[in-house]
């Protein structure tokens, strides 16, 4: 493992910090940092959101991997790392373009024709327009192949009907990337196709869903007889699957195992200014066992990141340790949101900003990480990855294998 910089990537980093520290402010360490669920998408932090974006996007910061002929500046992945290292030290708005940078536009570049990446990249690149990803139904979220929203051909577009769900920001997203069956007679994944939808079509109807904490991040998406020109489709009628595998690997790189919240330094401090019966709770050796535990296994986490890093910087692919960041970052980080609020005492039970300690960010923390613990892979189905792929375990059976889809018993799929 190689912790420090090679000289061409401190140039680099040196660079990025330049740029930032002319366009941006250093973060305030006592801003609790980003809302993870909550009003992150009011009218004014779009727009402020879109300035920032379109801003980077005017000085080649925008999507840096990306080629330069497509606004990009052909970096490295350790480059697109460090600049992320950078620019997570300024204060910047939230980042509603996840979906569409980290994967609409890596999809459009893989697979799109040349009309249709000029047509999209340089609006999704600068922030112009917002993106959303239908994948998900109300029957296929793990086992995707198995959707049912269906496109019938008409001359030269697709009528689509049906429903998605758990479409996040589809409320104030301008395009859509979306999977539907093409091919009932086909099995599973060969009846699929890809599309990009115009998320102000008629017949698009979306309805927010209410979070536990109050926030409204995605939604249900209903489709009556929408109709998709065939200039939308990217790849072949039937190559669905393959496109949504490409943006599926970029889901899983771009969702990784951090997130906003906080850290086992904050719960030291916690622990430091808390009393338990009348002591500071950091006296009590429960407490001292409970962050040292924390901590071991955050530093487990950081240093297997380093290794991942380290295969990037010398230009390798890295190694299984890459698919365990999401599933044991989720888990250690929901423990850290449960002591934060045990160590709140009575106050820890309360939801509201006003009266609730560090500004509620361990009870927001707390809310928010069951559902990255499910987004882009649940903990279940990245274990069965491992499983098999990585240990080379027997993989499960799958019932519904080598048979046309249409006579899959619901269920079974
Ligand atoms: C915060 C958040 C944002 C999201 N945003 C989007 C979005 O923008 N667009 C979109 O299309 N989708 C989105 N999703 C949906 C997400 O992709 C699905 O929730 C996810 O794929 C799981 O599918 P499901 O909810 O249908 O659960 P299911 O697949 O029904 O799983 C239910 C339970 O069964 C377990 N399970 C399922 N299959 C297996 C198996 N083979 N072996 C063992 N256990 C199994 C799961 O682990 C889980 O515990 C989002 C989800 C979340 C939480």
């Known amino acids: 493992m190689d912790f420090n910089d090679t000289p061409e990537e401190a140039a680099f980093r040196a660079e990025a910090r330049a740029w930032l520290e002319a366009n941006a402010r250093l973060k305030d360490p006592d801003d609790p940092g980003e809302d993870l669920l909550g009003e992150r998408t ?51 708005p939230p980042n509603i373009f996840g979906i569409g940078l980290g994967m609409c536009g890596p999809t459009l570049l893989t697979h799109g024709t040349d009309t249709q990446k000029e047509r999209w990249i340089p609006q999704l690149l600068s922030g112009e327009k917002i993106w ?20 019938v051909r008409d001359g030269g ?15 104030f997203c301008d395009w859509g990337i979306l999977v539907v069956r093409t091919d009932p007679n086909a099995t599973k994944h060969a009846g699929l196709s890809y599309f990009v939808v115009d998320m102000h079509s008629p017949g698009i109807e979306v309805r927010p869903i209410v979070q536990i904490n109050g926030g409204r991040g995605f939604n249900e998406v209903f489709f ?7 200039e939308n489709r990217l790849s072949e009628v039937g190559n669905g699957w393959a496109v949504a595998i490409t943006t599926l690997m970029n889901e899983r790189a771009s969702i ?3 997130g906003a919240g906080g850290g086992v330094g904050d719960l030291l401090e916690m622990a430091e200014k808390t009393e338990i019966d009348g ?16 901590y071991t296994r955050s530093r487990g986490l950081q240093y297997t990141g380093y290794r991942t890093l380290t295969a990037l910087s010398r230009g390798t692919t890295p190694g299984p340790e890459s698919s365990l960041g999401k599933l044991v970052g989720g888990a250690l980080a929901q423990d850290m949101a ?33 559902g990255l613990r499910i987004a882009g892979g649940t903990d279940e189905v990245l274990r069965n990855i491992i499983a098999e792929r990585v240990l080379g375990l027997p993989p499960e059976t799958r019932a519904d294998k080598g048979i046309p889809f249409k006579d899959v018993p619901t269920g079974a799929h």
């Open 279 to 294: 002591r500071p709770a950091i006296e009590s050796s429960a407490v001292r066992e409970k962050i040292a535990d924390l």
């Open 157 to 171: 577009e697709w009528v689509v009907n049906g429903q998605k769900i758990w479409t996040t920001g589809a409320h």
């Open 338 to 370: 449960s002591f934060g609020i045990e160590l709140e005492g009575l106050a820890g039970a309360t939801h509201d900003r006003a009266i609730t300690p560090d500004d509620g960010i361990w009870q927001d923390m707390y809310l928010a990480i069951p």
């Open 42 to 92: 009011s009218p004014e932090t779009i727009r402020a959101a879109q300035a920032w974006q379109k801003k980077k996007a005017d000085a080649g910061w925008a999507c840096i991997t990306w080629p330069k002929a497509y606004g990009g500046r052909d970096a490295s992945a350790i480059q697109s790392v460090i600049w992320g290292q950078e620019e997570s030290k300024f204060q910047t």
């Open 224 to 230: 009556t007889n929408v109709r998709i020109p065939d």
């Open 256 to 258: 990784g195992g951090g």
């Open 132 to 151: 959303c990803q239908l994948f998900s139904e109300p029957a296929a979220g793990s086992d995707l192949a198995g959707l049912r929203t269906s496109a």
